[in-house]
Structures are given as structure tokens and as C-alpha cells.
């Protein structure tokens, strides 16, 4: 079973989450989020998943985060979560050609060792893989 953590609680994470618990193969196993959003986040997914303002406070190290955030929630914790080895998807595009977000990313990351991928379409998510040389690798 695969241990999924979500960064972001509002209407993207909600459809997320009901995803995944509808899942025999995944298990939600956190959701980092804003101080102000934990409360209403705790509340929807009961007192087995882990509701932290960071990765740092997840008991366990999740298998794969998704981005359900945003601009905001993806500067905040991506960088920290590729930092640790943690493949992280974007749900929403748009994401990773940001200028801020490249620039400190490429500055806190050895890329040799990490893949920014974009699967096809405008609408698609963004992805960036552990894995070097994913298809639609840019990095």
C-alpha cells in the first residue's frame, strides 16, 4: 500500500481525498496545510491522518505528496519535500515554471540526481520524479 500525503486543504484536496479513500491501494496518510485551514482539515479526515503545517511533522515519511495548494503551498513545502527524496505532483499546472520557485529549487536541489517533468496537454498537472530522465524530463 502506497502512504500519499496532500499539501493543501480546499476544493482540489477534498476531490482528492475522497479519491483516495474510495482506494484499497493507497493510503492518505497526511496533510500539510495553513495553521488558519488545519482545524476544517482535521475535521473532514478524522483523527487517523496526520494534519501538520509541514513534512517535518509527519510521523511517517509518505511514499508520494500531492500538490493541491497552489502557488502559496508549493514555494512553501516543495523544495523541502524534494530535498527529501519525496516524489511530489503537482494537481494543478503551472506550478514549476515559476520564476521563484525554479530559481530556489535549482539553487536547494542537485538536478542531475532529479527530473522536472510535465506530462502532455495544457491542462495536465506538473510532476517532478526522483527519477532522472522521466519522460518529458526538462532538468
Same mark, same amino acid.
Request: with cysteine; hydrophobic share 40%.
Given at each position: 500500500?502506497? #502512504? ?43 483523527? +487517523? ?17 500531492? +500538490? ?26 503551472? #506550478? ?44
Amino acid at each position: 500500500m502506497k #502512504h500519499v500525503a496532500i499539501i493543501g486543504y480546499g476544493a482540489i484536496a477534498s476531490h482528492v481525498i475522497r479519491a483516495i479513500s474510495s482506494s484499497s491501494a493507497i493510503r492518505l496518510g497526511g496533510v500539510i496545510g495553513r495553521a488558519e485551514r488545519l482545524a476544517a482539515a482535521r475535521e473532514a479526515v478524522g483523527q +487517523d491522518v496526520a494534519v501538520v503545517e509541514s513534512i517535518d511533522g509527519l510521523a511517517t515519511r509518505p511514499d508520494l505528496v500531492l +500538490d493541491c495548494a497552489g502557488h502559496p503551498g508549493l514555494i512553501a513545502h516543495g523544495a523541502g519535500i524534494l530535498e527529501r527524496g519525496i516524489d511530489l505532483v503537482s494537481v494543478s499546472a503551472g #506550478h514549476w515554471p515559476t520564476r521563484h520557485f525554479t530559481r530556489r529549487s535549482r539553487a536547494q536541489l542537485p538536478l542531475p540526481e532529479r527530473a522536472f517533468a510535465s506530462p502532455p496537454g495544457p491542462s495536465a498537472g506538473s510532476t517532478c520524479s526522483r527519477r532522472r530522465g522521466a519522460a518529458g524530463s526538462t532538468g
